[in-house]
């Protein structure tokens, strides 16, 4: 009862930029939740930061498998919600409608970046979890991390390059290579 309660308190306040944005965030949301149904577990509760949200779940009995689908199944709500809102902009040209596609787009590449804390680092432990021993796994994640990370460090610098220095860019890169604790 919240979450609508929240949206339409953002879209009063804020306008249709922040709701939409807000509308990506809440699609990802549902599609973890639609995934951890479909594994059969239940939602202990949903913990929501500034710029994040952790759906907590008993996962006791969930095998790596159904982990990597909850995992991705965020990402890939986003991926639909920008084809759904892409099929839409072929009729109706309209900037708040591309703002959601491109809130789509965002929340799903980011989430998809293999790195702990995201989609992407959950997605990738989990998939080598199933032929691999965990400390194997966590080794394999740091790595995929670390190169991650860097590759994000250099998007930041040539960000500054390119922009003659302007912050407003880089500051996105910057913020996507540190490092979210673990591995």
Do not use: W
């Not at 710029?51 to 008993?58: E, G, R």
């Not at 997605?123 to 965990?134: E, G, I, N, V």
């Amino acid at each position: 009862m919240f979450a609508p309660l929240g949206l339409l308190f953002l879209f009063l306040l804020e306008g249709a930029q922040s709701f939409l944005i807000m509308l990506a965030a809440l699609l990802h949301e549902c599609g973890h939740l639609a995934a951890i149904r479909q594994a059969g577990a239940s939602v202990m509760r949903v913990d929501i930061d500034v710029l994040s949200a952790c759906i907590v779940y008993a996962n006791e009995r969930i095998p790596p498998k159904s982990e990597v689908c909850i995992a991705l199944a965020g990402p890939l709500f986003n991926l639909l919600g920008a084809l759904a809102g892409s099929l839409l902009l072929l009729g109706v040209r309209s900037t708040p409608v591309l703002l959601f596609v491109a809130a789509n787009l965002f929340f799903a590449f980011v989430n998809l970046i293999p790195v702990r804390g995201t989609d992407g680092g959950s997605a990738l432990f989990y998939a080598l979890l199933q032929s691999h021993p965990p400390e194997t796994c966590a080794r394999v994640c740091a790595v995929a991390a670390g190169v991650a990370r860097a590759v994000f460090a250099l998007l930041f610098v040539l960000s500054l390059y390119a922009t003659g220095g302007n912050i407003s860019v880089a500051v996105l890169f910057l913020l996507l290579c540190m490092p979210r604790g673990g591995y």
